[in-house]
């Protein structure tokens, strides 16, 4: 069987798609954005990757389980590239992986990231379990870069909001 | 054959170059794993841009290695977790500028952080600056991120293209560091006496350093639109830090700067220190991979 070149990469494509952020499980790194390109040559297959923080510590993770899933679709030479321009943002998170992060407690990004100077007003953030948008900030910081540690004031709960970037 | 299947592609509302072709290979190990060896493969650094990348690597490092040390010493959780995030940030800032400034001679960003004694270092005397008390280190973070925004907002345009994307990615961080250390500089200077009074004390502390950061050297005349040239720092980076401090009721110290020498590799007395702990465990078990 003759496979299209537009086939075999697109077949590698999901391969390496399908990789979770192992600190972020319900989210795919193409649902991240994380996932920059797929090149087929043969039986070689080259991916390039984005780390959403310079510091985040899931890339190497990443970059592991995405050789991996490459070579579990069959490809003998595999090689991930790690790229820093365009700087990844939470603009690039898919509609799709919002709704996943929402429905695993976790508050989407809201609003698209500030390209330039400061954007003066806070926006709220609503609460993954209740809806409430009566919600505040307790950390700036939370349990990875990536997000910030809120309070509902409506249910009390407190929850992770992946923060704009 | 080849092909290529871009996130473009996939996602097509995002018109941007993906082909990312100024960063090189990075080839996957199973059982090694190399850093992300941002800048290989036909970008390397020459020597005055692995100095210049050297100069900022090491105040990334430095600082992150001082902020570290807050971690289970905060005032409060939160605060642990915000300076160990805001060091993890630096850090990886800090393995991208260096692993850039060793690709002009072969060694690599642990050859640079573990194997360059005080000498060979080209932080700023700002960043060796001890932690003090939790306004201390507010007062040192204002400044650092204050400097640090403004730098890398102007590198993130610079003709090196390596510097450019590394800059790219961390003005985004370190606008973060930045509103971090102006809401804990606007809260402590408007608090109350005490408070207030730690935050003078604090800003009188790093006050004398600050000079240095604006400090041009021959260097930068050579590196010319690949770099920032410092002193083009000074005026904006000032004004930004008066704006803060009239907000919190705070004056702007009025002391003389201190002879520093970090460009150069003349450290003050601490960062052996800082380096003695950072480097134990790599030159003690050498060629050690954890």
């Not at chain 1, 954007?119 to 910081?141: K, M, N």
């Not at chain 2, 194997?115 to 060796?128: A, G, I, N």
């Not at chain 2, 610079?158 to 102006?182: F, G, Q």
Request: hydrophobic share 40%; charged share 25%; with cysteine.
């Amino acid at each position: 069987m003759v496979t299209s070149i537009d086939g075999e990469v697109a077949r590698a494509w999901q391969a390496a798609a399908a990789v979770v952020d192992p600190e972020v499980p319900v989210l795919t790194i193409e649902d991240l954005g994380v996932l920059r390109s797929v090149t087929v040559t043969g039986d070689t297959a080259r991916a390039a990757i984005t780390p959403t923080y310079s510091g985040c510590p899931a890339v190497d993770a990443i970059r592991c389980d995405v050789a991996d899933a490459l070579r579990g679709a069959g490809y003998r030479d595999v090689s991930v590239d790690v790229v820093l321009a365009p700087a990844w943002s939470t603009d690039w998170m898919t509609d799709a992986g919002k709704h996943k992060l929402r429905a695993y407690g976790i508050a989407p990004p809201s609003g698209r990231a500030a390209h330039s100077g400061p954007v003066p007003i806070a926006l709220s953030v609503r609460c993954p379990r209740c809806g409430s948008l009566s919600t505040r900030e307790i950390a700036h910081f939370g349990s990875t870069s990536c997000k910030a540690l809120y309070e509902c004031s409506a249910c009390l709960e407190p929850f992770d909001y992946f923060k704009v970037h | 054959m080849s092909a290529t299947r871009t996130a473009d592609d996939v996602h097509g509302d995002i018109h941007r170059d993906v082909h990312g072709d100024i960063h090189g290979d990075v080839h996957v190990d199973a059982v090694e794993l190399d850093p992300e060896l941002v800048g290989a493969g036909g970008a390397d650094a020459d020597h005055d841009v692995a100095q210049y990348a050297q100069w900022l690597g090491d105040d990334a490092l430095v600082l992150a290695q001082r902020l570290g040390a807050w971690i289970s010493r905060a005032p409060e959780l939160e605060e642990d977790i915000a300076l160990g995030n805001i060091a993890l940030d630096l850090v990886g800032q800090a393995r991208s500028l260096l692993h850039h400034a060793g690709t002009a001679d072969g060694r690599s960003e642990d050859d640079l952080a573990y194997f360059r004694d005080e000498t060979e270092f080209r932080s700023s005397w700002l960043v060796e600056q001890p932690n003090g008390d939790f306004a201390a280190t507010i007062a040192r973070q204002l400044v650092a991120s204050t400097y640090m925004h403004e730098l890398y907002a102007r590198l993130q345009h610079a003709s090196e293209p390596t510097l450019a994307a590394i800059a790219a990615k961390a003005v985004l961080e370190v606008a973060y560091h930045r509103d971090h250390a102006v809401q804990w500089t606007l809260r402590l200077g408007d608090g109350t006496d005490e408070s207030r009074r730690r935050m003078v004390a604090g800003l009188d502390a790093v006050w004398p350093y600050v000079d240095e950061l604006f400090a041009d050297t021959p260097l930068i005349d050579r590196l010319g639109d690949r770099a920032v040239r410092p002193s083009t720092l000074r005026e904006p980076v000032l004004a930004a830090l008066r704006d803060v401090l009239r907000q919190a009721g705070l004056a702007e110290p009025d002391l003389p700067p201190a002879p520093c020498g970090g460009r150069a590799g003349r450290h003050s007395e601490y960062l052996g220190y800082i380096l003695a702990e950072m480097q134990v465990l790599a030159r003690q078990h050498p060629g050690a991979s954890w």
